[in-house]
């Protein structure tokens, strides 16, 4: 609530600080004023605010002389400044110093002082926010304030299913990040069992079931003894189910029984066992398109769409790209127990100048081979983006045969290259595995 959040405006002009507070205490926050630089670090250690406005040019001490001294003693304060209409390379320096907005001043209106605060205040909840999840010693993500920067509405979203029982499709490009958001998701509930992830594509179409669902000794050949699935393992906590579009339909089937009914069997058993498991999906594919063309369960689509939530791609929310960057190479270089370099203005310029087909995943993979690169070097050396390697199948020039046979032969070759490993050469071809085995049986090889 916007009443537990602390506003200190300072300003020499007394009319112009009351101003200023009045209009945010009809907002609902608590806002006290000071007059000047040495009441304002006064009244800091008695009001405690989480956010300070303060002119820049003052009497005494100045309003960058109050933001580098706030800076050192109480890092965790938010700043913004107030500068004179037609000086904004004094508000840049501000921002250099830390503070994390600026306005001019006179004011062009009051819904400009308060769309500058609320969005302070939403950066200050999802820290709070942060925080909360770290208190509850659950497994290591990026900060809320990153993972959602730039994407509020899907944060919003977020917090809305949390806490309910509903199923959630996560859609979106490759590596947008849908496996952090369902982790989140799974922290956020009210549930006090594990987070289990499959990643649908990666299993093979004869041994998705037994993952699933669990078998009994001797359900097939190499069942030497029972295993539970994961809807056993993941009772009273949550199963995420990536890549679900690969999913083949027989194990669809299933799926739809148990988020049905809540029962399922073991393969080769004949016990029904019951399940309290919550389940969020995840996929890069068109669903709607597969049911259309007979590849998902029409039944089963509108099952999992309960709560869609879309995660747009990384290269429409390029705000976000240098805190994600910071933090990407902070964790690799503990990974690699090295002292994370530098990112330059001309790194962060460059991140951001790349449209990320990849995604955050790609982000992080250039992010890792750069500190390759940097290593023993002060400052991050990144690689040419857009030139990944791509493995070439020396396929022979056949003018004379037709596409499925050419599809054939690129396939034999891959299978070839890779020693007949399917999802090897599954990446090889830049298709799914499932397709890969699809096209396996099409072609009898």
């Given at each position: 609530?916007?009443k537990?959040?602390?506003?200190?405006?300072?300003?020499?002009?007394?009319?112009?600080?009351?101003?200023?507070?009045?209009?945010?205490?009809?907002?609902?926050?608590?806002v006290?004023?000071?007059?000047?630089?040495?009441?304002a670090?006064?009244?800091?250690?008695?009001?405690?605010?989480?956010?300070?406005?303060?002119d820049?040019?003052?009497?005494?001490?100045s309003?960058?002389?109050?933001?580098?001294?706030?800076?050192?003693?109480?890092?965790?304060?938010?700043?913004?400044?107030?500068?004179?209409?037609?000086?904004?390379?004094?508000?840049?320096?501000?921002?250099?110093?830390?503070?994390?907005?600026?306005?001019?001043?006179?004011?062009?209106?009051?819904?400009?002082l308060?769309?500058?605060?609320?969005?302070?205040?939403?950066?200050?909840?999802?820290?709070?926010?942060n925080?909360?999840?770290?208190?509850?010693?659950?497994?290591e993500l990026p900060?809320?304030?990153?993972?959602?920067?730039?994407?509020?509405?899907?944060?919003e979203?977020?917090?809305?299913?949390?806490?309910?029982?509903?199923?959630v499709?996560?859609?979106?490009?490759?590596?947008?990040?849908?496996g952090?958001?369902?982790?989140?998701?799974?922290?956020?509930?009210?549930?006090?069992?594990?987070?289990?992830?499959?990643?649908c594509?990666?299993?093979?179409?004869?041994?998705?079931?037994?993952?699933?669902?669990?078998?009994e000794?001797g359900?097939?050949?190499?069942?030497?003894?029972?295993?539970?699935?994961?809807?056993?393992?993941?009772?009273?906590?949550?199963?995420?189910?990536?890549?679900?579009?690969?999913?083949?339909?027989?194990?669809?089937?299933?799926?739809?029984?148990?988020?049905?009914?809540?029962?399922?069997?073991?393969?080769?058993?004949?016990?029904?066992?019951?399940?309290n498991?919550?389940?969020?999906?995840?996929?890069?594919?068109?669903?709607?398109?597969?049911?259309?063309e007979?590849?998902f369960?029409?039944?089963?689509?509108?099952?999992l769409?309960?709560?869609?939530?879309?995660?747009?791609?990384?290269?429409?929310?390029?705000?976000?790209?240098?805190?994600l960057?910071?933090?990407?190479?902070?964790?690799?270089?503990?990974?690699?127990n090295?002292?994370?370099?530098?990112?330059?203005?001309?790194?962060?310029?460059?991140?951001?100048?790349?449209?990320?087909?990849?995604?955050?995943?790609?982000?992080?993979?250039?992010?890792e081979?750069?500190?390759?690169?940097?290593?023993?070097?002060?400052?991050?050396?990144?690689?040419?983006?857009?030139?990944?390697?791509?493995?070439?199948?020396?396929v022979?020039?056949?003018?004379?045969?037709?596409?499925?046979?050419?599809?054939?032969?690129?396939?034999?070759?891959?299978?070839?290259?890779?020693?007949?490993?399917?999802?090897?050469?599954?990446?090889?071809?830049?298709?799914?595995?499932?397709?890969?085995?699809?096209?396996?049986k099409?072609?009898?090889?």
């Amino acid at each position: 609530m916007t009443k537990n959040f602390r506003i200190l405006v300072v300003d020499d002009e007394i009319d112009f600080a009351r101003l200023l507070q009045d209009i945010l205490k009809d907002e609902g926050y608590k806002v006290e004023t000071a007059a000047g630089g040495k009441e304002a670090l006064k009244k800091i250690d008695l009001f405690s605010p989480h956010l300070v406005i303060t002119d820049l040019k003052m009497p005494g001490m100045s309003g960058l002389d109050l933001l580098r001294e706030i800076k050192r003693k109480w890092p965790e304060i938010d700043c913004m400044v107030i500068t004179a209409f037609g000086s904004i390379g004094s508000a840049v320096e501000a921002m250099k110093q830390g503070a994390i907005d600026y306005l001019t001043k006179p004011l062009d209106s009051p819904d400009q002082l308060r769309t500058v605060v609320k969005k302070a205040y939403k950066q200050f909840c999802l820290r709070q926010e942060n925080l909360a999840l770290k208190e509850a010693q659950w497994e290591e993500l990026p900060p809320l304030e990153i993972v959602f920067k730039g994407i509020e509405e899907v944060w919003e979203l977020v917090k809305q299913v949390a806490p309910t029982e509903a199923t959630v499709l996560l859609l979106g490009e490759s590596g947008t990040g849908k496996g952090v958001v369902a982790k989140i998701i799974h922290q956020l509930s009210q549930r006090k069992g594990p987070f289990i992830e499959v990643n649908c594509a990666a299993l093979p179409e004869n041994l998705i079931e037994a993952e699933l669902f669990g078998y009994e000794k001797g359900a097939f050949t190499g069942a030497i003894k029972a295993k539970p699935g994961k809807f056993e393992l993941a009772d009273k906590g949550t199963l995420f189910l990536d890549e679900i579009a690969e999913m083949p339909l027989t194990a669809q089937a299933k799926l739809l029984r148990v988020l049905q009914e809540r029962t399922f069997e073991r393969l080769g058993g004949i016990t029904t066992l019951h399940t309290n498991t919550r389940l969020i999906a995840a996929t890069n594919q068109d669903l709607e398109a597969a049911v259309k063309e007979k590849r998902f369960r029409e039944d089963l689509f509108y099952r999992l769409n309960v709560f869609p939530i879309t995660l747009p791609p990384l290269r429409s929310r390029k705000e976000a790209i240098p805190a994600l960057a910071k933090y990407l190479v902070q964790k690799l270089a503990r990974q690699q127990n090295m002292t994370p370099p530098i990112l330059s203005d001309e790194v962060i310029n460059t991140l951001m100048s790349y449209d990320w087909p990849g995604n955050v995943r790609e982000l992080q993979n250039v992010l890792e081979r750069s500190l390759i690169l940097s290593r023993h070097k002060d400052k991050l050396i990144l690689p040419p983006l857009g030139t990944k390697p791509s493995p070439s199948l020396d396929v022979p020039s056949l003018p004379s045969v037709n596409l499925k046979e050419l599809e054939r032969e690129a396939i034999k070759l891959a299978l070839k290259k890779t020693g007949g490993h399917r999802k090897k050469a599954a990446e090889l071809l830049g298709i799914s595995l499932r397709s890969l085995q699809y096209k396996i049986k099409e072609y009898g090889l």
